[in-house]
């Protein structure tokens, strides 16, 4: 890691959505940022709905919120199995505190809405979603990328482009 280069933290779990998860992981990685996978035990092997693997760096008992500039929150199955945790509702809710960058996208957008923080923030999401995050307060708007505040929330993986280039440009890394 060089002195320019800035450490993400990835909260994955089993069946997260391949593309969601590998883009924005090799696009931070790309050129010397640290990326650490933080799951719900240390060395875990997760699997992508499509068969995408990864090995955890980290349980979430030993990831530290300071320790990172921003979080990604890959869609699929995964957040509905990260989010009964407290623990990791605690680190999310932690990470906006310190009003650090929470990039969230398809499902992933659903541990901001259980750690209790939609409430009055624009936000967009894997479009089934809709009502559900509008009656936890938020603003739904169906774009590609929403940003409000230190959040950036996109949809579906065809949003990907848009998703990695806004949490790149607002990392203010080199990606490409």
Not at 41 to 56: D, R
Not at 121 to 144: Q, S, V
Not at 147 to 167: A, G, H, K, L, M
Request: proline share 5%.
């Amino acid at each position: 890691m060089t002195s320019q280069s800035k450490k993400v933290a990835f909260l994955l779990a089993n069946e997260f959505e391949d593309s969601e998860m590998k883009n924005p992981y090799d696009a931070i990685t790309k050129n010397g940022n640290d990326a650490v996978i933080i799951s719900l035990q240390k060395k875990a092997e997760l699997a992508g709905k499509n068969g995408t693997k990864y090995v955890s760096h980290l349980a979430i008992d030993e990831a530290n919120a300071a320790d990172y500039e921003a979080l990604i929150i890959p869609g699929g199955h995964s957040p509905a199995h990260l989010m009964e945790d407290e623990r990791v509702l605690d680190f999310v809710r932690e990470m906006d505190k310190q009003g650090k960058t929470i990039a969230a996208i398809c499902h992933g957008p659903l541990l901001l809405q259980k750690a209790g923080l939609i409430h009055g923030r624009n936000i967009t999401a894997y479009p089934g979603l809709h009502a559900e995050l509008n009656d936890a307060g938020g603003r739904f708007i169906d774009k590609p990328v929403v940003v409000d505040e230190n959040w950036i929330t996109s949809r579906t993986p065809e949003d990907e482009p848009y998703f990695i280039e806004e949490t790149i440009n607002r990392l203010g890394v080199t990606a490409y």
